[in-house]
Every structure is written in C-alpha cells, then in structure tokens.
C-alpha cells in the first residue's frame, strides 16, 4: 500500500525523532500532541537538529526547509482522517494508549495502518481494541530516532503479512534497520536491555558501587559506549519501570521485580535527562 502522508502521536522525545525522520525522507507528517507546550517544544527540537544538521553539513538548507514544509502540528486527532499510516509515541501507559487507538480506529481512513512505538506493551492487546486487528503493527524506534538504525518491527497475532511488508519498507525508507520480532513482553531489545538497567540500579541500592562507579564498570569493561544509569536517565526513569512492570506481569517471573529506588525515584518525579534529574543532575 501506498503512503503518503503519516500521522504521529505524542510529541515527546520519541514523537518527534520518529516525525523528524519521517518528514526527512519524504512524507507529509503530521505531529500531533494533547498537551500544546509540548507540541511547540517538540517542533522546537526538530528545527534545532536540522540546523545542527546543516551546520554540520550533513544536509543543506534547501533540505532543512522542505523538511520542516512537510512538517505541520495538530492537538486534535482528527487530522487522522486523511492519513495513511498513524505512529503513535504517547507515554507507556496501556489505559492511554488504548484510548487513543478506540479513537483513532473511528477517525482514520478504513485503509489507515495503526503502528505503536511502544516499548513493551502488547501489539495483540492493543490491536484487539480495534475493529481492523490485521493493520495494527509494533514499529519500535530507539532513541534518539535520528540517529540510531534499528527498528523492531511486531507482529500482533492478527498483523497481516501485508502490513507487515508495508511498515517494513516504510521503515527502510526511514534509513532503518528493520528486525522481525513476535509479539512477547519486551519484545527483543528492552527483554535484554531494561532487566540489565533494573540489575545495575540494584547494585546502587545495595550499596555495591556509586552511580558513577558502576556506568564506568560496565563502559571500560564491556565496551558499552554509555553506562546503563546513564542510559536510563535517557531513556526516562518512568518508561523504564513501566517495561519492567510488563516484563514482571507478562512472565511472571520474579526475576523482573522492579528496584524499588527506581520505583522511588518515578514517584519523586527525578524522572532523568527530561525533568533535568535522575541518576545523575542535568542543566
Ligand atoms: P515522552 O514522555 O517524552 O512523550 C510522550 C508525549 O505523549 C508527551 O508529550 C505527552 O504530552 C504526549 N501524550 C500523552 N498522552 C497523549 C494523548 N492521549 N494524546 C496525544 N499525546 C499524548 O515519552 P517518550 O520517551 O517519547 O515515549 C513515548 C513512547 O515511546 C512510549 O510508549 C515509550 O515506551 C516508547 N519508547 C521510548 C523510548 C525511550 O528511549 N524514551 C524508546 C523506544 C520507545
């Protein structure tokens, strides 16, 4: 299937990489965010990487305006009426989530493919909520979408091939990486990734090493190029408890129980780089 024009939801970090990305390789996008503030500032950082972008010549300044060209905003979802493919990235909260796909599935166009960028939640679970089970899809980008190559493309148990092939391309479009991935909790990536980050924040709450001790651990000794508090405070403290509170719900398993100094630091709001504190403080 042919598309043209994208709709994403959620204006955050993710949201706006993902429109960014989008609208870099061609598809009129519309970014769409309940909260208006967010919005501008999601639009804000988009124009701000395409002028580092040209400033550091990877792209021109022909390239940067007929980007943001294909850029436009909407607080309501129902710009997704004329739209061929939706990406939503609100928060990593199944009630939320599953609101805005009931909705969506009433406005957007019967041919309209559904994808999540959730982290964690189930494609199948979310597709269910729908009356077109078949197109909704798991398109998982990672963060910061500009920059980093893969995504893990999911399966619902009802996805059909032909979704899949569509959002397979669409993310080679992107300059993607694509991977494909059935739907289990955690999918591939945040099933290895997010315990490792809950096992490191362990470590800190046992008092085995500091913050800064156990990232330079796990940096010159494994050779990751940022150590796992770091990256938590990347990815925000709340979206990792949430993943692994569907990796401790969804297997059962003890083994996922969430730290509770991360459950402590969520409910403090040090939510990492994006309310300027987590592990570590930021400006
Ligand atoms: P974020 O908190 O930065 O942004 C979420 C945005 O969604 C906010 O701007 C909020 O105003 C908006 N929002 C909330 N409810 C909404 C609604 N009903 N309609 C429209 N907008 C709404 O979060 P994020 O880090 O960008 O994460 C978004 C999604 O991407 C989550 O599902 C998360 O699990 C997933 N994800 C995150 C990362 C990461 O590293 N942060 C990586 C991959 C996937």
């Known amino acids: 299937m042919a598309i043209k024009k994208i709709m994403v939801i959620g204006a955050g970090q993710m949201g ?24 501008e500032k999601g639009l804000g950082n988009i124009e701000k990487l395409l002028t580092r972008a040209v400033e550091k010549e990877r792209i021109n300044e022909e390239d ?13 979802l129902e710009a997704s009426s004329d739209c061929d493919l939706v990406i ?28 999540t960028n959730t982290s964690s939640l189930p494609i199948t679970d979310i597709a269910a909520l729908t009356k077109r089970p078949e197109q909704v899809i798991g398109m998982h980008f990672m963060n910061p979408v500009p920059v980093m190559k893969l995504v893990e493309v999911i399966k619902g148990l009802q996805t059909s091939e032909e979704t899949y092939e569509t959002i397979r391309n669409i993310a080679i479009n992107l300059g993607k990486t694509p991977v494909e991935v059935n739907d289990f909790p955690g999918f591939v990536a945040n099933r290895i990734l997010i315990p490792m980050i809950n096992e ?11 913050v800064e001790d156990v ?15 770091t990256l938590a405070d990347f990815i925000g403290l709340d979206t990792v408890l949430a993943i692994m509170e569907v990796l401790h719900e969804g297997f059962g398993d003890s083994k996922y129980r969430p730290c509770p100094l ?13 309310t300027g504190r987590g592990f570590y403080q930021y400006d």
Not at 99 to 109: C, G, K, R, T, Y
Not at 202 to 210: D, H, L, N, R
């Open 215 to 229: 990232d330079t651990v796990m940096k010159l000794g494994m050779n990751h190029p940022m150590g796992p508090l």
């Open 200 to 210: 490191a924040i362990y470590t800190v709450y046992e008092g085995v090493a500091s």
């Open 88 to 115: 939503e990235a609100v928060i990593e909260n199944m009630d939320v989530k599953a609101s805005v796909f009931q909705q969506l599935d009433e406005i957007a166009p019967a041919h309209a493919i559904l994808a």
């Open 64 to 76: 940067k305006e007929a980007t943001l060209a294909r850029l436009t905003s909407s607080s309501s």
């Open 16 to 39: 706006s990489g993902i429109a960014q990305v989008c609208a870099q390789a061609g598809f009129h996008v519309v970014l769409n965010d309940m909260n208006e503030a967010a919005l």
């Open 262 to 274: 991360l459950k402590k630091y969520v409910k403090a709001g040090w939510l990492g780089k994006k």
